[in-house]
């Protein structure tokens, strides 16, 4: 009788493992295929061809592997669950993410001096060729301003340390902008995105008004705006890259001035040397219903954005991150036209494309993370 | 293509296995009168799916695979051939160890040899595969590698098992294989043919023509490559994940701690990579009907450096002594030549798992110190508490995975300065690592030891009905937790790749 038993169980065994073994493949192939996951904020792969070229070189194999991946049944889910099992076992990082108590902050890397000198002598070459007033304003993140919500020890470089660094290290034309104090003694209010790496209306507001005085604009009071929250949906890259649920959603600020906002037109340059696309707005409403809402400012980064204003004064520009995106519109209000330049997205000389000294200013924007990872700089020192 | 992947686990086996197991190992065709047409199904099914298994993974070099393959079985038929002439039997036997060793040579170990004749000599010679390789990418634009020569997979594992064939034969210790099938099956046999066990020719040869495929065996491979599977997706890739981040600091600076931790998470990495992957590859055998011998027992438990070689990699231990330590006089003349015969198997084992000055310094190091035990030492270790024993050799092989897996033998000895505290004792990295990963370390740690076995063992006996009814939720369990990481695959290298 025992040796039945056991058969039994054998039987079963078996079942169990062969019926997840067909059930989960077959739904997969059944199911409707997806052409990108907003989820995960990637395109999906799509079914690969095969040909004698890519069977040698295993270009077929690896696409259909991801695409069977890309597509598996319950993707999301699975990797939900997991992720829920490992922060419960005590994990505080997932996939270059810490996840803090109502918060979700970056993994920065350990700064590479060597490649930050290279950025700054860039730029100081570019402010000692160009006779033009020079601004340089580094944003702390958020890895900064809460690394005191970190597990104790977690590796997270003082970004206050490479800011002083690169403050230091600039020359006289440039003058630097630190909004460091502001963030951090504002770091209760809502300033920071908790699923997403960029920071709010209110912490770009904030950032404005610190540096009114150095750039010569007396900043619009808060009370001068009123303040629309666009969307209260909000799931960042943060989110993205961890997938964890806990964080609540972030809520999008659209902040007009009372009086009206003075706009004439929005040209987004989407590639250099073609016509650029003329708007009426600095807000892409569209981008609200999908996943990237924070593209709802100025839209997704392009090489060149011109915002020309109805208002009074003189002409910026501004080498920049992505944090200028809700930044700009403050300035609109003190500037008649302001040009945004992403030398990410530019692949020649910026002399090129326009002559500084045609600018009563010009204004360096970018976040310290994309500061200390950023190999574009370097391209100002290049003729 | 990996085990440890969702193509092969919920496309390639349930494909294969449905079809294996309804297929009888033999059809055979009426053709007319009393001829018949006899066809080896399954072992043509293991065929094909043993070389669409290995060309997934290595589509152009799959043809030294064939190559190999092809020679050993013809070497072996000439050798049946000519069973009454030794000279003609020795000359088959030549030609295929000339072979396979020959293919080791050019694809494992050519870049070594020219990079060290291009230092001595301070030539400029580039590597002839390199040159055939451009050539081919010229003509069919294959992305063949043109730098450094791209290890075949598998290719330290078959050139072995293929060879085991040829040498046990030509030793008169196994019958010659007549079908082409039969032996291209053993080659292919997809459980084992990219990263082991080692099975020899002579441990499946009556399997290859006759086996039974029932329940029973079903669900006991079911158990050994769940185990295998949750071993390497669960244990090796999570706590490898430590080992890479510190192996990638700067060992002039990481503290005594740092250097500890991360050197521990190899231990369990390796161990668990290579010994969940042998665990698969052994359930799969038996789900083909196969009984593959054991590659891993617990060989972090040993007492001694001699008895860690007798539980880590054993198929490999296993063919060394075979085929190299016997046949050169093992330790039957004399001490001179057993010491010389341990050092030269222990050299070689260091080669085979990479051409480096560091890996043949591992292997001596480790014949080094079992050449010290035969001496007397071992029977010192013998009589030491159990404790002091086993903790000593942890040590001696924790040690070795720092010259095993450091990349320059100065790495390797930076990282030793920083293991004994040349760069201080710890710091709040270290506190870090040890915070945020005591739980993986606490399962490695029990995982190794032999007390999960021991307490399924005795839960098996008291609750026989129970253990029945656990059996298959555990499956089921951790099939759905492997492919939760699986799917959320950041991190799933195969370390035994490599060799």
New interface residues.
């Given amino acids: 009788m025992?040796k039945l038993?056991?058969?039994?169980?054998?039987?079963?065994?078996?079942?169990?493992?062969?019926s997840?073994?067909?059930t989960?493949?077959v739904a997969?192939t059944l199911l409707p295929k997806k052409e990108r996951s907003e989820m995960e904020n990637k395109p999906l792969q799509k079914m690969p061809s095969i040909s004698?070229?890519t069977?040698?070189?295993?270009?077929y194999?690896n696409d259909?592997?991801t695409y069977?991946?890309d597509h598996?049944v319950g993707?999301t889910s699975?990797?939900r669950?997991?992720t829920v099992?490992e922060t419960s076992?005590?994990?505080?990082?997932r996939?270059g993410i810490y996840i803090l108590k109502n918060r979700l902050v970056e993994h920065i890397a350990e700064p590479d001096y060597n490649s930050i000198d290279k950025s700054v002598n860039a730029v100081n070459k570019f402010a000692s060729e160009n006779d033009v007033p020079v601004f340089f304003m580094i944003v702390p993140t958020s890895a900064e301003i809460y690394a005191d919500e970190l597990?104790?020890?977690?590796?997270n470089p003082n970004q206050r340390d490479v800011i002083n660094y690169v403050y230091r290290s600039f020359g006289k034309g440039i003058t630097t902008l630190d909004v460091y104090p502001v963030m951090e003694s504002n770091k209760y209010q809502y300033i920071y995105y908790r699923t997403d790496h960029h920071w709010t209306t209110r912490g770009a507001y904030l950032a404005y008004a610190a540096a009114g005085k150095k750039m010569g604009y007396t900043p619009l009071s808060e009370d001068k705006y009123d303040i629309e929250h666009a969307s209260d949906e909000f799931q960042g890259t943060f989110y993205s890259k961890a997938l964890y649920d806990k964080v609540e959603n972030d809520t999008i600020d659209i902040w007009h001035p009372t009086a009206g906002e003075n706009v004439r037109e929005v040209a987004v340059t989407t590639m250099y040397g073609e016509e650029p696309q003329l708007y009426d707005s600095m807000y892409f409403r569209d981008y609200l219903s999908v996943k990237d809402k924070y593209a709802a400012f100025l839209g997704t980064n392009a090489p060149i954005v011109t915002i020309k204003s109805g208002n009074e004064g003189g002409k910026l520009l501004v080498i920049k991150d992505s944090y200028a995106h809700c930044y700009a519109p403050f300035l609109t209000e003190h500037y008649s036209e302001i040009t945004l330049i992403d030398l990410r997205y530019i692949q020649i000389s910026y002399k090129q494309l326009l002559n500084p000294e045609d600018y009563d200013q010009v204004l360096f924007l970018y976040n310290a993370s994309s500061f200390i990872s950023d190999t574009d700089l370097r391209k100002l020192a290049y003729d | 293509m990996v085990f440890s992947s969702l193509t092969f686990l919920y496309y390639f086996l349930p494909v294969v296995l449905i079809v294996y197991i309804f297929l009888p190992n033999r059809i055979t065709v009426p053709l007319g009168g009393d001829r018949h047409l006899v066809i080896p199904a399954r072992n043509l099914l293991i065929l094909l799916s043993g070389f669409f298994f290995y060309a997934w993974g290595e589509p152009f070099y799959v043809i030294l695979m064939l190559f190999s393959t092809l020679i050993d079985y013809t070497a072996g038929r000439f050798m049946a051939k000519y069973d009454d002439s030794p000279a003609k039997r020795r000359l088959c036997l030549i030609v295929s160890v000339c072979m396979n060793v020959g293919l080791l040579a050019v694809f494992k170990y050519s870049d070594f040899i020219i990079d060290t004749v291009n230092v001595i000599f301070r030539s400029d010679i580039t590597n002839p595969v390199i040159l055939a390789n451009r050539a081919i990418n010229d003509v069919y634009n294959f992305g063949l590698s043109e730098s450094r020569v791209a290890l075949p997979i598998g290719i330290s594992f078959y050139t072995f098992q293929s060879m085991s064939y040829t040498i046990d034969l030509y030793l008169r210790n196994i019958k010659v294989q007549k079908s082409f099938i039969g032996f291209t099956s053993y080659v292919t046999l997809f459980p084992q043919i990219v990263a082991g066990p080692i099975v020899r020719y002579e441990d499946v040869a009556a399997e290859l023509d006759e086996r039974t495929v029932n329940i029973n065996k079903i669900s006991e491979g079911i158990c050994f490559f769940v185990k295998g599977l949750a071993k390497k997706v669960l244990l090796a890739n999570n706590i490898g994940i430590i080992w890479t981040q510190i192996k990638a600091m700067d060992y002039r600076e990481i503290s005594a701690a740092t250097a500890w931790i991360g050197i521990l998470a190899f231990t369990f990495q390796i161990y668990f990579d290579f010994s969940g992957y042998s665990d698969m590859a052994v359930g799969l055998g038996k789900m083909l009907g196969f009984n593959f011998p054991k590659n891993f027992d617990h060989p972090y438990l040993s007492r001694s450096v001699s008895e860690f070689w007798r539980r880590w990699h054993i198929t490999l231990g296993t063919w060394f002594r075979e085929y190299v330590y016997i046949p050169l006089g093992g330790n039957r003349k004399g001490h001179g030549k057993t010491i010389r015969n341990l050092l030269i198997v222990w050299g070689l084992t260091g080669l085979w798992h990479g051409a480096s000055w560091n890996f043949i310094l591992w292997g001596l190091y480790f014949g080094v110190l079992i050449v010290i035990e035969r001496l007397g030492w071992g029977n010192v270790l013998k009589k030491l508490p159990s404790v002091v024993s086993g903790l000593y050799t942890f040590l001696i092989v924790v040690f070795g995975w720092v010259l095993f897996d450091t990349n320059t033998l100065s790495d390797a000895g930076q990282f030793f300065k920083a293991m004994f505290g040349g760069n201080g004792l710890g710091d709040s990295t270290a506190a870090y690592y040890m915070a945020s990963n005591i739980v993986i370390f606490l399962l490695c740690i029990f995982a190794s030891t032999d007390l999960f076995g021991k307490l399924a063992a005795a839960f098996k006996k008291k609750k026989g009905k129970l253990y029945a009814g656990v059996t298959p939720a555990v499956t089921a369990a951790v099939l759905l937790l492997c492919t939760s990481y699986l799917v959320d695959a950041t991190y799933n290298p195969f370390l035994y790749f490599r060799f």
């Fill in positions: 025992k038993k056991l058969n039994i169980s054998s039987l079963i065994n078996c079942v169990v493992f062969f997840l073994l067909i989960l493949p997969t004698a070229k069977v040698f070189n295993r270009k194999m259909l592997e069977i991946s598996f993707r699975w990797i669950s997991k099992l076992l005590g994990k505080r990082e996939n597990s104790k020890n977690a590796p």
